[in-house]
């Protein structure tokens, strides 16, 4: 699977962006998915992951209630919003499919999109 992500960009604490992840290849549509972030100086850490019916969603404490996953198999995209954004939650956002497991990712990243948020 090959996934590229985008809709990342400046915003103010308070606002809101829409991620999105085009993936390509077959394997998409059997594999749950996830977004995970890496902040400068800091581990990548997950931040989101949907099954692969979209029927089951799963957040870090972070940002429940702030963000929501989706995807649309049709299109073979995978979604976040982002709500009541925090400088915290500035970091490069990356897809990958994800086993839900241990909600560890496997498989290629991509290329990331970069969210910036001032306070």
């Known amino acids: 699977v090959q996934l590229q992500a985008s809709g990342g960009g400046l915003v103010q604490a308070g606002g809101s962006l829409r991620l999105s992840c085009a993936a390509s290849?077959?394997?998409?549509?059997?594999?749950?998915m996830g977004w995970f972030r890496q902040a400068p100086g800091k581990e990548r850490e997950f931040v989101a992951g949907?099954?692969?019916?979209?029927?089951?969603?799963y957040y870090a404490d972070s940002v429940k209630g702030r963000f929501t996953i989706s995807r649309d198999n049709a299109k073979n995209t995978v979604y976040l919003q982002m709500n009541s954004l925090k400088p915290e939650d500035t970091a490069n956002y990356y897809c990958?499919?994800?086993?839900?497991?241990?909600?560890?990712?496997?498989?290629?990243w991509g290329q990331g999109t970069l969210v910036t948020v001032s306070s």
């Open positions: 990958a499919a994800l086993s839900l497991a241990d909600f560890r990712p496997f498989g290629s």
């Open positions: 290849g077959r394997t998409f549509r059997r594999n749950a």
């Open positions: 949907i099954s692969w019916s979209g029927g089951s969603t």
